[in-house]
């Protein structure tokens, strides 16, 4: 059963991806790094694929309110994202900028998807916790994790890579469940159409995947959980000083990465 659901996940997204695209319309047109009109928002692949397949595992196997809540963080989330992709004013970038544009008066989609994004967040990691503190960190976790994917989606295949990558984290320090390597299934079959930059996830797939990632990471112990906030909230401050696209080209290992694969 479950081999049949990871195969339906994987080859699902590849096929679907493709008649996708192409019922997007000029709204959700962008130019990509190369100057390429390009759709964006096909991360709603993540919540058109998976998301069944997780409720009919969930009903099958009778799963517990983790399952549950790594649902409800993919739809959310997504959700959010897709609003800004749909709607979102380019000209604000980054915390400061939305925020700034909100003391003058001005509600960015930026600034609302930071500040539902972070009700949801705290709302989510609420149930896995025992006290405050953990209600906090869990919070941090699932917000800092939707933010820094969405960092790193700068490039064809980049935040799909990084998701990767945190996965293998995730499987040493908390081990997979089936729900979650649906989604993984899920990303490997859309991650072809990225790289030849046919497609872009945009906030609706960078959000959903990287708010996942984090809702995973609770489950690891509480010096880990320190640790990995620490990290990413070093890494917010950084990417609002510096630019994470000229950090990676200067490293040869990291450059090398992120061209890999890429039409």
């Known amino acids: 059963m479950e081999i049949i659901l990871l195969v339906i996940s994987l080859f699902g997204t590849y096929i679907l991806v493709p008649p996708l695209r ?14 390429r009109e390009v759709p964006v928002g096909l991360g709603i692949i993540f919540i058109l694929i998976p ?4 409720l009919l595992f969930t009903r099958i196997q009778r799963s517990s309110t983790f399952e549950f809540l ?4 993919l739809v959310f989330f997504g959700i959010l994202g897709l609003i800004d992709d749909v709607s979102g004013d380019r000209t604000s970038r980054g915390f400061r900028g939305h925020f700034h544009a909100l003391r003058n008066g001005v509600l960015t989609t930026g600034a609302l998807k930071a500040i539902l994004g972070g009700l949801g967040a705290f709302l989510i990691g609420s149930f896995l916790a025992k006290n405050l503190v953990e209600v906090m960190l869990n919070g941090l976790l699932i917000a800092l994790g939707a933010n820094t994917l969405n960092l790193f989606d ?3 295949g980049r935040a799909g890579k990084v998701f990767l990558i945190f996965s293998m984290v995730i499987l040493i320090t908390s081990g997979f469940s089936v729900d979650f390597l649906i989604v993984f299934a899920s990303v490997l079959g859309y991650l072809a159409w ?4 046919q497609v872009m996830m945009g906030d609706t797939g960078s959000n959903c995947l ?6 995973y990471l609770v489950r690891s112990s509480l010096l880990f959980r320190l ?7 070093c890494l917010q401050v950084l990417c609002e000083r510096l ?3 000229k950090l990676i080209e200067s490293n040869r290992v990291l450059d090398f990465l992120d061209r890999l694969g890429r039409g």
């Open 243 to 245: 630019s994470l696209t």
């Open 194 to 197: 990225d790289l030849r930059q």
């Open 154 to 156: 700068l490039r064809p």
């Open 51 to 54: 998301v069944p397949l997780m």
């Open 22 to 35: 192409n019922t997007f319309g000029p709204s959700l047109m962008r130019l990509n790094f190369q100057n």
């Open 210 to 215: 990287g708010a996942f990632l984090g809702l």
């Open 70 to 73: 790594g649902i409800v963080t």
């Open 227 to 233: 640790g990995i906030v620490f990290l990413l909230i």
